[in-house]
């Protein structure tokens, strides 16, 4: 008899996006002429840069040709890819990262999921609460945490909780913990962590031997010199750090998928007899294992962001997002809401007003304004009593999303 995985039984009812897709259908099947403007999911909606077109149209060309053709490529990516990586998003930076501990894939998200592959099942895992909700269900899946309670917290997770209280950055836990999951700039909340704050991390996991899986999948909208984009900006950190990265929202890869993930080959974690064992090794098998990479077409795209006519049209784009974010503030804020986030990354925070639950807000909005965001308590239990808004929209449905909640809600 066939068994099934009973730990996806543990889930809640459905992952975020899908119920929020399904309140939307049921909203629209009601309302068909209601003009609905979506700012729940972090979805881009601008074209992809002109230079990464024009190398993925002449990688097309290269595959109608015997001689360019390619089949299978290195399930880590290609050496051309790898080496303006590391050379360009770190090296550049101080960075001593190495295109041999690059691995290139197909998500960021993908990779903070499939990451728990190399790691035991009885490491005490903290994350952030709110938090990106993908951290939480893969540790489910495989079998790291007990049910949920009323709340939604999973029993075996050490939460640590964010709020304005502590400007949205999680104190360091007076517990030892073995992997920890950081986000920076924050999804969903925006908010930044500074050098200082990372280095606390990184000598609190150096002093446990524990690992941080750090995720940079929006660094590209720190415009702040003095924030660090890489968490191996920090003294130490190739010693206790994995950083997941993504060409999603910096060059809209949203739905053409690419990223990479960094795996220096001087952290290690420890076997049941207390040996040491490289994870790059780890991580390479692995890839090799279950991956056969992201394609010849799409990498010859990403490569192009790192030439002069991609780095300046991929500026634009996070300049075009990032004003869409201070546009969103600006308006919420003069509507009387109080508004975190939205400086620095493309998420703005929004306090629900009177008293409001987060699903209850997301409901009037979209009943009043016909305008979709996505409820703070889908992002856990912290999350209650916020609003998560996305500036990645055209300026003209965020112009207009901004119109008519500020004409149809009375805070």
């Not at 049921?26 to 403007?37: K, R």
């Not at 704050?197 to 941080?212: P, R």
């Not at 009037?364 to 999350?383: D, Q, R």
């Amino acid at each position: 008899m066939a068994t099934l995985n009973e730990n996806y039984l543990k889930l809640k009812a459905g992952y975020l996006f899908p119920e929020i897709a399904r309140r939307v259908k049921t909203f629209a099947d009601a309302n068909p002429d209601a003009q609905i403007i979506k700012l729940g999911i972090g979805d881009v909606t601008e074209p992809l840069p002109q230079a990464c077109r024009t190398a993925m149209a002449d990688a097309i060309q290269d595959m109608g040709d015997r001689a360019s053709f390619k089949g299978y490529g290195p399930e880590q990516g290609y050496p051309w890819l790898r080496e303006k990586i590391a050379a360009k998003d770190f090296q550049s930076r101080g960075c001593d990262i190495d295109a041999s501990e690059i691995f290139v894939s197909d998500g960021a998200k993908c990779d903070t999921g499939n990451i728990l592959d190399i790691f035991g099942k009885d490491n005490t895992i903290a994350v952030t609460d709110p938090v990106y909700p993908v951290y939480v269900d893969t540790n489910v899946m495989a079998g790291h945490t007990g049910p949920a309670n009323d709340k939604g917290e999973y029993e075996g997770l050490v939460y640590m909780p964010i709020s304005a209280d502590n400007n949205f950055t999680a104190e360091i836990p007076s517990q030892k913990v073995d992997l920890i999951y950081l986000c920076f700039p924050n999804n969903p909340t925006g908010a930044t962590a500074t050098k200082e704050h990372l280095k606390a991390w990184v000598d609190y996991a150096k002093a446990h031997d524990s690992i941080i899986l750090f995720d940079a999948a929006y660094e590209a909208f720190i415009t702040d010199e003095s924030l660090p984009h890489s968490i191996f900006e920090i003294e130490g950190a190739k010693d206790c750090a994995i950083e997941f990265r993504s060409f999603s929202k910096n060059a809209g890869f949203t739905g053409t998928r690419c990223a990479y993930t960094v795996v220096p080959k001087t952290l290690t974690a420890k076997t049941s007899d207390g040996s040491d064992v490289e994870l790059w090794k780890l991580w390479n098998r692995r890839q090799s294992t279950k991956f056969n990479g992201v394609s010849y077409i799409v990498q010859r795209g990403a490569e192009a962001v790192y030439s002069d006519a991609g780095q300046a049209q991929i500026k634009a784009l996070v300049n075009f997002y990032l004003e869409n974010a201070k546009i969103i503030r600006e308006k919420l804020t003069e509507a009387g809401l109080k508004v975190y986030g939205g400086v620095n990354a493309p998420y703005v925070w929004v306090q629900t007003p009177n008293g409001l639950s987060s699903w209850d807000f997301f409901d009037k909005l979209l009943s009043a304004a016909n305008v979709v965001g996505t409820p703070g308590s889908g992002f856990g239990a912290a999350g209650e009593g916020y609003f998560r808004i996305s500036a990645f929209n055209s300026r003209e449905n965020v112009e207009e999303a901004m119109k008519r909640i500020t004409q149809n809600l009375s805070v």
